[in-house]
């Protein structure tokens, strides 16, 4: 038999049930209509719950706002991408070009969702809520970068001209937002495409043991 739920599990299950709807709600609707153009009632009305519902649990859209940045992130893992299976492959992986598929392929699934929301909240700039949060997860990434860079540099090493730090700037670049919306969402690479793009691009640029 299975195990048999309390009734204050069957809660905490609905209202994370609740938030998560309320979370993927205002991805949409951020996606579509940009931040400024969506109202917390327009999310509440498409979340399917009241709008004291939608206040009680973020307090503020901006509140929101960072929530939608980290279920992007994570997607359906759960987990932040350091505990995530990937990230230990990427670490144990014994060769460059193994770290490196690994590592991008990774990225272009958080990229797919994260992209066309960063888009949109680049635009809403001139608010200072969405570019502190855009700012404070452009942070964030460029911690993760770094970590990345310290990881590929046991495996093959930099170019003699860069400083680990040129090289995180690079990364950034390369795998940014910016670059796969660019590229597959305005000119119409495939994600696959923009997977090879970064590989040869990255090993050719960064690394000694590839051709310039």
Request: charged share 20%; glycine share 4%; aromatic share 8%.
């Amino acid at each position: 038999m299975g195990e048999v739920k309390t009734g204050r599990q069957q809660r905490q299950e609905k209202a994370a049930q609740t938030r998560a709807r309320m979370i993927d709600s205002a991805y949409r609707l951020f996606t579509q209509r940009g931040y400024p153009g969506t109202t917390m009632a327009d999310i509440a009305a498409e979340a399917g719950v009241a709008v004291q519902t939608l206040y009680f649990t973020f307090r503020t859209k901006a509140e929101l706002l960072q929530n939608v940045y980290e279920r992007a992130v994570i997607g359906d893992a759960d987990a932040p991408p350091e505990l995530q299976p990937w990230y230990a492959a990427m670490i144990a992986a014994p060769e460059l070009d193994e770290a490196l598929r690994i590592l991008i392929d990774a990225v272009a699934d958080v990229l797919a969702r994260t992209a066309p929301l960063d888009d949109y909240v680049k635009a809403a700039s001139h608010d200072p809520e969405p570019a502190r949060i855009r700012a404070h997860n452009e942070r964030l990434r460029r911690e993760s970068w770094t970590q990345f860079i310290g990881h590929l540099s046991t495996k093959a090493q930099l170019r003699p001209e860069l400083t680990q730090q040129q090289a995180t700037d690079i990364l950034l670049m390369l795998m940014g937002p910016a670059s796969y919306q660019t590229l597959v969402g305005e000119y119409g690479w495939t994600p696959e495409q923009w997977r090879t793009w970064c590989h040869q691009t990255t090993s050719t640029m960064l690394f000694t043991n590839y051709p310039a």
